[in-house]
């Protein structure tokens, strides 16, 4: 009986939570593509009539159903998309809260309810739920306008640096540690990265980031009520009641609907979603095909400059790496600050916020090589900065093992939806950012059931074959 109080609770917690944030992240979404400030002015308003939006008609999708979808002042339709980005944060942090203490987690938490499993763990769900509201808020501007907003991935990569740090024991559920001699490159090639940019910032008199520079898009167009949006928006709902309902069946002991299904019917609909609003002939389609051909001559060149700056950094990593594989105490002394412990016997800070920096510089290289191989190979930009940013600050949450499994996926979902909307439109510019989202999602939300895979297996043992030498060095020997 208390199980169940207990259960209750915590669902209406994180979905009323998950409402409230995606009322914030429709703010976001409306302006700063518009280039308003997010903090002026502070209150709601309609974008119709401009009105002040009191805040009894401004709690998320309640309101919405409340005033039929119109704005009380001048009555004009209000569209559905807030209310259903309200109810898709509020899926995604149920989802991430099923995925990390419910579903994927019952074999090991049998005897323990909610309060128990939230108090071990609730750093990395934290920091999960930021990074995937905030590249969902970037998925949701780059399928409109092709243009992200970097200052979400900053912003989700910080939250991931320090609730590493705030919480990282050993036996964590959530977070991958690295072994020790990848942390060391890495965090040596971060410090050589950071120097770089450092120097950049006082030498040279470069334009701001490209996503940037573009400048905020002017165009709105997504006021106009559809049927199908309508439609969508009811699925949305009873799909959201059903995943609270079958997850907190299962939390309290039944389990009418198991966690793979659950998870892949709100993968299923998160993917219909993007290929939905993906279906919509924009300007922007036609304009950002353009932007590319027109930077084309100068692409091979910048990319070439770009590789450049990253040596330093490169060498640094490789070089700092050698020196504590060839010398014994370097190593000790390594390991002995990563293990500092200032307070009881697991909190260890060093180790959280270099495991977060190692899953941010590996998932960036993989950001970086594959924008350097597909810029040159294709003579245009191919493979945009703001791309590698949000892989970069999600290797800082989900590990960078995540990131290259996500990638893959999001590769795959992206031509399987590109070809499926070929007879609607023809457009050669595919906005990776939704991909990009729904990739990452899928590896963390089916992350035990990937790795068991065969081929993911093969992949593995494959590398321990290659490096085998490497693999039997105490610095390689495995986290710790
Ligand atoms: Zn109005």
């Known amino acids: 009986m208390l199980n169940i109080a207990v259960t209750v609770w915590w669902l209406v917690f994180f979905s009323a939570l998950g409402l409230c944030l995606g009322s914030f992240l429709n703010v976001v979404i409306y302006r700063l593509p518009m280039g308003l400030a997010l903090s002026s002015p502070v209150w709601s308003f309609c974008p119709n009539c401009q009105n002040r939006i009191a805040w009894y008609d401004n709690l998320p999708v309640l309101s919405y159903f409340r005033l039929r979808g119109r704005c009380r002042n001048c ?3 209000i569209s559905p998309r807030y209310p259903l980005v309200e109810l898709m944060t509020a899926i995604l942090v149920i989802l991430l809260l099923d995925r990390f203490f419910i579903g994927a987690a019952q074999s090991t938490w049998d005897y323990v309810d909610l309060n128990w499993k939230l108090g071990d763990d609730w750093p990395a769900y934290l920091a999960h739920v930021i990074l995937f509201s905030s590249l969902m808020a970037m998925s949701a501007i780059d399928i409109q306008f092709y243009w992200v907003d970097i200052r979400f991935t ?3 990569a910080a939250a991931g640096v320090l609730l590493h740090a705030v919480w990282s024991p050993t036996e964590s559920h959530a977070w991958i540690t690295p072994p020790h001699g990848t942390a060391i490159a890495t965090t040596s090639a971060f410090a050589g990265f950071a120097l770089v940019w450092i120097v950049l910032q006082f030498t040279t008199h470069h334009p701001p980031e490209t996503e940037i520079a573009d400048g905020p898009p002017d165009e709105t167009n997504t006021t106009k009520q559809k049927p199908a949006a309508r439609l969508a928006l009811w699925l949305t709902g009873a799909l959201f009641l059903a995943l609270l309902f079958f997850a907190g069946a299962e939390e309290v002991g039944a389990n009418p609907v198991p966690y793979a299904l659950r998870a892949g019917a709100v993968l299923l609909f998160f993917f219909l979603i993007i290929v939905y609003e993906a279906s919509h002939v924009r300007d922007a389609d036609t304009e950002i095909v353009e932007a590319i051909e027109s930077e084309a001559p100068a ?8 590789l450049a700056t990253l040596l330093p ?13 060839t010398s014994q105490p370097a190593a000790e002394g ?3 600050v990563m293990q500092w412990k200032p307070w009881g016997e697991t909190w260890q800070p060093i180790q959280g916020i270099v495991t977060a920096i190692n899953g941010y510089v590996i998932a960036a290289g993989i950001g970086w090589a594959i924008r350097i191989v597909a810029n040159l190979v294709y003579g245009k930009e191919a493979f945009a900065t703001g791309d590698i940013h949000m892989m970069a600050a999600a290797g800082c949450v989900i590990g ?8 893959v996926l999001a590769c795959f979902l992206a031509v399987v939806a590109w070809v499926a909307l070929l007879p609607f439109k023809k457009t050669r510019a595919i906005p990776l950012g939704p991909w990009l989202w729904i990739g990452f999602l899928t590896a963390v939300v089916y992350r035990e059931q990937l790795t068991q895979t065969t081929m993911i297996q093969n992949v593995v043992s494959l590398w321990d074959l290659l490096f085998f030498n490497i693999s039997q060095h105490p610095l390689f020997a495995g986290p710790s």
Do not use: D, K, N
């Open 75 to 77: 009555w004009q339709p």
């Open 154 to 156: 900053h912003f989700a």
């Open 299 to 306: 692409a091979r060149r910048m990319t070439l400059v770009e």
């Open 313 to 325: 950094g490169v060498f640094a990593g490789c070089g700092v790496l050698w020196w504590a594989y």
């Open 334 to 336: 390594w390991s002995c």
């Open 400 to 407: 960078w093992q995540m990131v290259l499994l996500g990638f």
